[in-house]
């Protein structure tokens, strides 16, 4: 028998390890998961389910808060994708922002539905310690970056502000009086539900204050998220929406559209050229499944 036939049958169980590393790189890839491995995002089944434990930290050294927000904005034309972060988010001008503001105001209603399609969608960045992932284990016990949408946020500000007066207030970035976050999504009408997530009861993260030090003096700047250096500049915005809102651009883009790999996300409305009146698709109101989308569509964008 030829050694190198000989050799492939005897390696076969260790191509099969490897082969099966490479697919769960692609599969990972495929479902939206980040290039920059300084973030973090939970995996889900074929069933649209998933399930980890995390923990919020504190505000990174020299930092204020524990999180920052984000504002971007996802929309097609006949140009393509326009895909970008907000000069909002800075307090600036932003030309998307200035244009809706004007269609908003135009009193004419086909307008307004454009302006509903473009708007701008809010997410958050904070740091969390992973303390479970049943789907990558090899993430426990590390710190990332965690985007997420109002959804998430908004069951955070329940726990900083709670409703009842037999409740106390909870500081869910406490390391020592905080709280892990079971993380468990579903499929609902085929978008990703989160409202069965919810806190534990208040505890250390862990038992040793210099272990928590070092998790608290690895976390990644929030702050620097959002330096201005980290946006285009106005020019540069106002000339991607001219493109994406160009009849001239659009021949090629359908083929583009037809490709896009997404199931039943909550998808941004393709929005006509100015000076078009055909009214825009309404676009449902799941923010994290549209935060899921944008970056995917970033991602491939790239």
């Given at each position: 028998?030829?050694?190198?036939?000989?050799?492939?049958?005897?390696?076969?169980?260790?191509?099969?390890?490897?082969?099966?590393?490479?697919?769960?790189?692609?599969?990972?890839?495929?479902?939206?998961?980040?290039?920059?491995?300084?973030?973090?995002?939970?995996?889900?089944?074929?069933?649209?389910?998933?399930?980890?434990?995390?923990?919020?930290?504190?505000?990174?050294?020299?930092?204020?808060?524990?999180?920052?927000?984000?504002?971007?904005?996802?929309?097609?034309?006949?140009?393509?994708?326009?895909?970008?972060?907000?000069?909002?988010?800075?307090?600036?001008?932003?030309?998307?922002?200035?244009?809706?503001?004007?269609?908003?105001?135009?009193?004419?209603?086909?307008?307004?539905?454009?302006?509903?399609?473009?708007?701008?969608?809010?997410?958050?960045?904070?740091?969390?310690?992973?303390?479970?992932?049943?789907?990558?284990?090899?993430?426990?016990?590390?710190?990332?970056?965690?985007?997420?949408?109002?959804?998430?946020?908004?069951?955070?500000?329940?726990?900083?502000?709670?409703?009842?007066?037999?409740?106390?207030?909870?500081n869910p970035f406490d390391l020592w009086a905080g709280?892990?976050?079971?993380?468990?999504?579903?499929?609902?009408?085929?978008?990703?539900?989160?409202?069965?997530?919810?806190?534990?009861?208040?505890?250390?993260?862990?038992?040793?204050?210099?272990?928590?030090?070092?998790?608290?003096?690895?976390?990644?700047?929030?702050?620097?998220?959002?330096?201005?250096?980290?946006?285009?500049?106005?020019?540069?915005?106002?000339?991607?929406?001219?493109?994406?809102?160009?009849?001239?651009?659009?021949?090629?883009?359908?083929?583009?559209?037809?490709?896009?790999?997404?199931?039943?996300?909550?998808?941004?409305?393709?929005?006509?050229?100015?000076?078009?009146?055909?009214?825009?698709?309404?676009?449902?109101?799941?923010?994290?499944?549209?935060?899921?989308?944008?970056?995917?569509?970033?991602?491939?964008?790239?």
């Open positions: 028998m030829n050694e190198s036939f000989s050799a492939l049958k005897r390696q076969r169980t260790s191509s099969l390890e490897r082969l099966t590393k490479e697919i769960n790189k692609l599969a990972n890839k495929e479902q939206g998961s980040s290039s920059d491995d300084r973030y973090w995002q939970p995996e889900v089944d074929k069933a649209g389910n998933g399930y980890a434990i995390i923990r919020f930290l504190p505000a990174p050294m020299n930092e204020e808060l524990p999180w920052v927000r984000m504002w971007n904005h996802g929309f097609q034309g006949p140009g393509g994708w326009y895909i970008e972060n907000s000069l909002t988010t800075l307090n600036q001008p932003d030309p998307v922002a200035e244009m809706n503001s004007k269609l908003w105001n135009s009193g004419n209603d086909k307008d307004k539905e454009i302006a509903r399609a473009r708007k701008r969608r809010l997410n958050y960045i904070a740091n969390i310690y992973v303390v479970k992932d049943p789907a990558h284990p090899e993430n426990e016990g590390k710190v990332f970056l965690y985007k997420f949408g109002k959804k998430i946020f908004d069951k955070i500000n329940e726990k900083m502000n709670p409703e009842f007066d037999d409740e106390k207030p909870l709280a892990n976050f079971k993380l468990k999504i579903r499929k609902v009408e085929g978008y990703r539900n989160y409202d069965k997530s919810e806190f534990e009861d208040p505890a250390p993260l862990l038992e040793d204050d210099d272990d928590m030090e070092a998790i608290w003096k690895s976390q990644h700047s929030l702050a620097e998220l959002v330096a201005p250096d980290k946006f285009k500049s106005y020019d540069e915005l106002k000339a991607r929406l001219d493109k994406v809102l160009s009849e001239q651009a659009g021949y090629s883009r359908k083929s583009e559209e037809d490709d896009v790999p997404f199931e039943r996300v909550a998808r941004p409305s393709a929005a006509p050229s100015v000076g078009k009146t055909a009214p825009a698709k309404k676009v449902a109101a799941h923010d994290d499944d549209d935060l899921e989308f944008f970056n995917k569509l970033a991602e491939d964008d790239e």
